[in-house]
């Protein structure tokens, strides 16, 4: 009888102990719309309302002037917008390149895709800056042969489209092919080419592949956003125009 009860105690124990599996019977859900009527957290509120006024107020810092308004299609091949882009980054990334090798960038070239937005008539603010710019791509400097720059210049008369190029640049397509000068000289076959462009397109974007494996890249560590905050900051009123640096012959 002893055993027996012992026997029924030890298998009381073991069914005590053993774990209980939970599931899951039943979900229910409420919907709770955002509206004027949701009350809001004030101690959250009061956190970042603080950062929200200050980032206002540096969004609405004016930085230049502009009588017109600044956009990337009122040409076919150039844009105000894109010639004054491309004319700002080579004025400011040529002052860092220079500096550094005592060189001087040949060129500038950027993508129509990359502006983002035009520059409302009237005060240019911090905003217009961003809007304009809203990636962190850095500028960059490629070193490329003088095959390399044919490729480029193909690259520009297959797309036929309005991608920025600065001021040193002339490209006229024409019946037979192409007339290209840099500062009024043709290609030299035996010189190398510096060319200011963004660490985007410098790896390949939008399928500009001339930039990939340059002879040498120079970083500049500067944010293209930058210089063109730079450039708006030094610049009472920003002035540019359709000058005829790639044009198709009639």
Not at 63 to 76: C, E, F, N, Q
Not at 157 to 186: D, E, M
Not at 225 to 242: A, C, P
Request: hydrophobic content about 35%; glycine content about 6%.
């Amino acid at each position: 009888m002893k055993k027996t009860i012992i026997s029924f105690l030890i298998i009381l124990l073991l069914f005590s102990c053993k774990k209980n599996t939970l599931q899951i019977v039943k979900i229910k859900g409420k919907q709770l719309p955002i509206t004027e009527k949701l009350a809001s957290d004030s101690a959250i509120v009061k956190t970042y309302l603080p950062y929200k006024y200050k980032m206002e107020k540096e969004m609405n810092t004016v930085l230049s002037y502009t009588s017109k308004d600044l956009v990337a299609t009122d040409g076919k091949l150039e844009s105000s917008l894109g010639n004054l882009l491309a004319d700002l980054c080579y004025q400011k990334g040529n002052f860092v390149f220079k500096k550094r090798t005592g060189k001087n960038i040949d060129f500038a070239m950027f993508n129509f895709r990359g502006i983002r937005a035009g520059v409302p008539k009237g005060n240019v603010t911090m905003q217009n800056a961003f809007n304009l710019m809203p990636f962190e791509n850095n500028l960059v400097v490629t070193e490329l042969s003088s095959e390399k720059l044919k490729e480029l210049l193909q690259y520009l008369i297959t797309q036929r489209k309005a991608h920025p190029l600065s001021k040193q640049v002339k490209l006229k397509i024409t019946k037979n092919g192409y007339n290209f000068t840099i500062n009024g000289k043709p290609i030299n076959n035996k010189k190398t080419y510096y060319i200011l462009t963004s660490d985007y397109l410098q790896h390949g974007g939008d399928h500009m592949d001339f930039f990939k494996n340059p002879i040498k890249l120079y970083l500049l560590n500067y944010k293209m956003r930058s210089s063109i905050i730079d450039y708006f900051k030094e610049t009472d009123t920003l002035k540019t125009k359709l000058d005829g640096r790639f044009v198709t012959e009639n």
